[in-house]
């Protein structure tokens, strides 16, 4: 990507926000979703991308396993959070990025590392994206999310706490 394609504002964990691409490269994406800081935040290295899907694959927990050895449900909710929305960035308009307006889990049995995590747009409406997410483990179905994303123009940066903003 170009400098010019590079929000240099830092978030408050330090990580460069990029735009996404503005071509529906499937090798663009793969490259910006790699790059993104939910994805590597979360550990997510992305496999697939394509016409309202994504794929990802976990192989470690950025928190501490439970007791039996599964990957916590708070941290599975923000992987599919992040699946979520990478399946939608790809076919909107450059320019609108994605917000989270609901996202229900349901957690079916233990998800333990290798995760396989497959999100697919399941309907756009007027204000509305529909997403479903499917969490696998072993080829076992360990978590199933169910959410909605509000199209919102403009790419969204974050700055960093301590820094105040000024009014303009």
């Not at 609901?102 to 399941?122: C, D, G, I």
Request: hydrophobic residues 40%; negative net charge; contains cysteine.
């Amino acid at each position: 990507m170009s400098d010019t394609e590079v929000d240099l504002l830092l978030g408050p964990n330090g990580h460069r926000h990029v735009a996404p691409p503005t071509s529906r490269d499937r090798d663009e994406w793969l490259t910006w979703m790699a790059e993104n800081p939910g994805c590597v935040a979360y550990a997510m290295t992305p496999l697939d991308v394509g016409d309202g899907v994504a794929v990802v694959e976990v192989t470690r927990s950025v928190v501490p396993l439970n007791p039996n050895g599964a990957v916590h449900g708070g941290l599975l909710a923000a992987i599919a959070d992040q699946a979520g929305a990478l399946a939608i960035l790809p076919k909107l308009e450059p320019g609108v990025s994605a917000v989270t307006g609901t996202l229900h889990l349901e957690y079916f049995r233990p998800a333990r590392l290798p995760l396989t995590v497959e999100s697919r747009v399941a309907r756009f409406a007027r204000s509305l994206v529909f997403v479903d997410v499917t969490i696998t483990s072993g080829g076992q179905v360990t978590t199933a999310a169910h959410g909605t994303w509000v199209p919102t123009r403009g790419t969204p940066v974050s700055t960093p706490v301590s820094t105040p903003v000024e009014p303009a």
